[in-house]
DNA sequence: CCCGGCGCTGACAACGTTGTCCAGGGGCTA
DNA sequence: TAGCCCCTGGACAACGTTGTCAGCGCCGGG
C-alpha cells in the first residue's frame, strides 16, 4: 500500500488509523532485512552499531512497537500469569493480589486477573479464558469445588498453584493459612479467659476455610470439655444482614453467648458494629480471623488472629515459577502459620454469673 | 507427528508434553475441514448439526482449546484492557479496580493491570507493555507528569482514559474527584466550627490531587480572611514516620494548630493513630480526604471527605468503551463531587482561648 | 594467490487462527 | 428436465513475529 522504494521522498507515511507499522515497514525504511529489525529490537548480537542505528531511527520515526501477539504465537510463551480472586476490593485480596504482581514483575510477566464474585462458574469461564489466552501460569482463589475442568489445561502445561483454598478432586499446588490451627488457637484463648458459651459465626459452609475453622472452633471446645448448642455456630453469607441477625440472636438468647469468634474480616466488622450498638456494661468478648487496619484503635482494641495476605501470595508466586522453571513432584501443600494478636477484645471476661 | 490417519486406533492420542492440539488436529481427528472447526469454535452458521457433533466430540477428546494469541494476531482486537495503578494493595484502588473489571467484563474483556508504585518510569515501562501486548485501551491513574510518550499510541488507536489525575503534557480523556472543591469543603467546616489555626497534612506536592487539596484549602483560609503559617502546611511522602513527624510538629509549636486536615486515607490514619496517643483533655479536630471503613467507630468518629471510587473507575470505563464504540470528539475532563460526612472528629470545637 | 572461516545480513517457513473465495450437491422452479 | 440458487464444506492467504539456514564479503594464514 505505502510506497516503500527507497528513492520516495515518503518523510510522513500516511498510515490508517489504528493501523500500526510493523517491522517489515522498518525494515523498508531503514533499507535492511526484516530479520535485522527483528535483531536490533531484540537486542540481539551480530548487528554493526551503524545499521544498528539506521534501524533505531526508523523505529522512532515510524513509532513502531513490536506486536507481543505474534511474538507470543511464535515463541509459544507468553510471559504473563492468570490470578483469580474472589473480589479484588475485598481488603484481604488487594496485598495478596499485589504480592502476586510483584514476584511475576520479577521474572518479567504480566498480571492478568480477574474476579469469581464466589461464582464457581464464573470462576471457571475466566480460567478458561486465561488459558485460551494461553498465561504461562495460574494463581486460583478457588469459588468451586469441582476443578476437573482444569485437568486438560494442567495436562497441557499450565502450572496452577491455589491459594488460600485448595482444588476440589484434582491434585495441585496449594498454599493455605492454617485456618484450622488458628481458631483453635482463638476459641483456647477465649475459654482460657473464662468463657464457656462461646459463639461462632462464619461464611459458608462450602468453602474450605469457613468449615477448617469451624473444626478449630469444635476442636477448642471439646478439648475443653465443652459441649457446643446449635445455636451458637451460624454459617452463611458474610453480607451485614446476615451476620448482624445471627449475632444478635445469640446475644439475645436464654443462655446468651459471651464472647463471639468471627470466621473473616467482613463478619468481624459487621460484629464491631453490632456490639458498638449494644450497652457497654455488658461487653461482650470477640475475636476476628484476618487482622485488619485500625482494629487497634477501636476500644477496646479487636484481638485477631492474623495470616499474611501479602505472604500467601508471594508463596504462591514463587512457588508457581518454581514450576516454571521446570521443578518437577508431587504437588505440594504449604500451610502458612497465623498469629493471634490479643488487643483487648479477646480478653475480656465473662461477666460475672448471678 | 502424530498419526491422524482416519484407520488409526488412537484413542489416546500421545502428544508431548507442553504441546496443545490445534484447530487442524481437530479437523483431521472429526474428518472435516480447518474452516469447519473454526466455524463450531465461534458458534458461526452454516455447519450441518451431524457435523457439528463430530466437531464437538473431536474437540473434547483432544482437550482442545483456541489459542487466543493467534486469533488475536489475525483479528487485530484483543478483548482487554490495561490498568496502571498506583498500588493495588491500597484500599482506594480495590473497589475502583474492582469497578473497572465489571465494566470490561460487561463489554467481554479482559483485564490487565499493574501497579506502577508511584514510580513514573515504572509506569512507562508498564504502558508501553501493555500496548505491546496490543491491550484496546488503557486506564491510567498516572504517576509521571510527562505522558507524551503514549502519544503515538493513542494516535495509532489505543484509547486511554486518565482516571483520579490529569495526563500530563498530552491532551487525554480524565475522570477526577473534585479535590478542590472537597477540601475548601472541608477546611471551610472547620472554620465554621471555630477554628482558625488549620495544618494541612498532604501527599507530595507533585501529585496533582495533592496540589489540588492544597489549593483548596488555601481558598477556604482565606475566604475566611484567616493567613496561613508556612509551619501549618506539610506535603511530603505518606509514610507513617513523616506524617508522624509533620503532625506531631505542628501540634506541639507554640502556637499550636487546633485542627488538621488529612491529605488522603494513609495520612489519616497516622495522623488518627498520634492523636489517640495525645491527652484526651485537649482534642484535636480532624477531617480527612477520603472515607475508610470503620471510620464510623473510631471514638469520635473520623469526619470525611468521601469520594466514591468504584465510581470514578466505573465512569472512567465506561467513557474508554464508549471512546472504543467510536465515540468521538475531544478529550474530556469529568469531575465528580465529593461528600462531607461529619461523624464527629470534624465537629470539635477549639480549646477555649486563655 | 588461494582457501577457510568468521561476521554480518536476509530469504523463508512456521506459529494457529480467521476471512475470502470457490466447488459440489441437492432442492426448487419454470 | 434444465437451470438456478442456496447450503455446506474446504483450500488458501494473511496477521507480525522469530528460528533456521544460506550467502556474501573480508581477513588472515598457508
Known amino acids: 500500500m505505502t510506497d516503500t522504494a527507497p528513492g520516495t521522498a515518503s518523510r510522513t507515511p500516511t498510515r490508517r488509523y489504528g493501523t500500526r507499522p510493523t517491522m517489515k515497514d522498518v525494515a523498508a525504511r531503514a533499507g535492511v532485512g526484516l530479520k535485522t529489525v527483528s535483531r536490533v529490537v531484540n537486542g540481539e548480537p551480530g548487528v554493526t552499531p551503524d545499521t544498528e542505528r539506521r534501524v533505531q531511527e526508523a523505529i522512532t520515526a515510524l513509532g513502531f512497537r513490536r506486536n507481543d501477539s505474534a511474538r507470543i504465537l511464535r515463541k509459544g510463551r507468553t510471559a504473563s500469569i492468570g490470578l483469580v480472586l474472589e473480589d479484588l476490593a475485598d481488603p484481604f485480596y488487594g496485598p495478596l493480589s499485589r504480592a502476586v504482581e510483584e514476584v511475576a514483575r520479577a521474572h518479567g510477566a504480566l498480571l492478568i486477573n480477574g474476579s469469581s464474585a464466589e461464582d464457581p462458574e464464573r470462576e471457571q469461564e475466566l480460567v478458561l479464558a486465561l488459558c485460551a489466552r494461553r498465561v504461562d501460569g495460574l494463581v486460583i482463589i478457588p469459588a468451586g469445588h469441582d476443578h476437573r475442568y482444569l485437568a486438560p489445561e494442567m495436562a497441557a502445561g499450565v502450572a496452577t498453584v491455589f491459594v488460600d483454598r485448595p482444588a476440589g478432586r ?74 448482624r441477625t445471627a449475632a444478635t ?21 459487621t460484629v464491631v458494629r453490632v456490639l458498638a450498638e ?77
Open 249 to 269: 440472636a445469640m446475644l439475645d438468647a436464654a443462655e446468651p453467648v459471651t464472647a463471639l469468634f468471627a470466621g473473616n474480616n467482613r463478619v468481624t466488622v
Open 170 to 243: 484434582i491434585d495441585a499446588d496449594a498454599v493455605l493459612a492454617d485456618s484450622f490451627g488458628g481458631s483453635r488457637d482463638a476459641v483456647a484463648h477465649l475459654i482460657a479467659h473464662g468463657h464457656r458459651r462461646i459463639g461462632f459465626i462464619g461464611d459458608l459452609p462450602g468453602i474450605h476455610t469457613a468449615a477448617e475453622r469451624l473444626r478449630g472452633y469444635h476442636a477448642a471446645m471439646s478439648e475443653a470439655g465443652l459441649p457446643v448448642h446449635d445455636a451458637w455456630v451460624s454459617l452463611g453469607p458474610t453480607d451485614p444482614e446476615r451476620v
Open 278 to 354: 449494644r450497652p457497654p456494661a455488658a461487653p461482650v468478648a470477640l475475636i476476628g480471623f484476618d487482622d485488619f487496619e485500625l482494629a487497634d484503635l477501636l476500644s477496646p482494641g479487636i484481638t485477631v488472629i492474623a495470616q499474611d495476605s501479602a505472604q500467601l501470595g508471594r508463596t504462591a508466586a514463587d512457588l508457581l515459577f518454581r514450576r516454571l522453571d521446570g521443578a518437577g513432584g508431587d504437588p505440594r501443600r504449604l500451610v502458612l502459620p497465623t498469629r493471634l494478636i490479643p488487643r483487648g477484645s479477646g480478653e475480656l471476661p465473662p461477666p460475672a454469673t448471678p
